[in-house]
């Protein structure tokens, strides 16, 4: 009797056990009937139909991610590189992950694979480096659009290392070298380069300053020159007018000869005083009339004098 009872205890286990089902929150489940889909449930408590009814499938609803194993790409410029990466991907129709393919984990990492390798080949060593987010985004488009079949949704897509072979290393460094080389040569032109053009502005501006100073020179010196003919014009404008006023005085003529007179011995001396030679007059006739003549000259000046002081 007691075999009896636990016999259809445990069949009593069995019937509840493929009856009730309680789904966690981070899953859904597929169902089928007599191997037929039937539906998806989601999180919670469900109740299926015993021996008619079974789960074929769990799937994990939240964000996976999956590692995408290293492998060698070549790229436009025949570089070798070695690249991974990891796809972040999330199931959003549960039925076409179960049956639109048969491991889509599996069918991502081979799909990103070969995505990589195409994407790679299109650019080269540089480029890869330098549009390595534009590179990110075109994987994921492309494994996004071949996904969407298999009920998936490819969120991300980021590249872990691209890590050229050690030829490809070697090379770069030898073309880093003559690059720095290149900077390095390229640097001390255009220092030279801008050094000769500052001397040559140099030596061109000093010219112009200089042809600058000489020429306000010239022109110091020029209104200086003018200035002082000026002064001189004046001057004996200013003296001549004083002795056209002297002469029209009473006796000023005569004052003017006496004058003359003076300053002909005056210079005749100094031509006897610088002689070698002795130097004679003419004759003595002409040393006498020379002499008559002064005293002619001196008469009138002395007897206008002698007037002036009557009258005073």
């Given amino acids: 009797m007691l075999t009896y009872f636990t016999i259809l205890f445990i069949i009593a286990l069995l019937v509840l056990y493929n009856t009730v089902v309680i789904v966690p929150m981070r899953e859904t489940i597929v169902v089928e009937r007599l191997g037929k889909f039937k539906d998806v449930y989601g999180p919670g408590f469900h109740i299926l139909v015993p021996f008619f ?23 436009n410029d025949n570089m070798q590189v070695e690249v991974d990466g990891l796809v972040y991907l999330k199931v959003t129709d549960p039925k076409k992950a179960s049956y639109g393919i048969g491991n889509y984990s599996n069918a991502s990492v081979n799909l990103a694979q070969t995505t990589m390798r195409s994407e ?24 996004d659009l071949a996904s969407d079949p298999w009920g998936i949704k490819v969120l ?3 590249i872990k290392n691209i890590a050229p072979s050690k030829h490809v290393i070697a090379t770069l460094e030898l073309q880093m070298e003559a ?16 050094s000769q053009i500052l001397l040559s502005e140099g030596q061109r501006q000093e010219a112009i300053n200089f042809s600058e100073g000489e020429k306000q020179k010239k022109i110091n010196l020029a209104k200086g020159k003018a200035k002082e003919i000026e002064l001189l014009a004046t001057a004996t404008a200013e003296g001549s007018k004083v002795v056209a006023e002297a002469i029209n005085k009473p ?23 610088g002689a070698k030679v002795s130097i004679l007059p003419e004759g003595m006739a002409n040393i006498k009339g020379f002499f008559e003549g002064t005293n002619q000259l001196l008469n009138p000046i002395k007897n206008s004098n002698n007037q002036t002081r009557g009258g005073q």
């Fill in 179 to 194: 690059e720095r080389g290149k900077r390095a040569e390229i640097t001390l032109a255009t220092a030279k380069k801008e």
């Fill in 53 to 75: 009814d079974r789960i074929a499938y769990r799937h994990e609803i939240r964000e996976q991610v999956l590692d995408i194993p290293s492998q060698m790409c070549i790229t």
């Fill in 120 to 143: 790679v080949g299109k650019l080269t060593l540089s480029r890869i480096f330098s549009e390595r987010e534009t590179l990110n985004d075109k994987i994921v488009k492309e494994i």
């Fill in 251 to 273: 006796g000023g003529n005569q004052a003017v000869k006496m004058q003359l007179v003076e300053q002909y011995i005056n210079e005749i001396g100094k031509v006897y005083q």
């Fill in 156 to 158: 991300r897509y980021e």
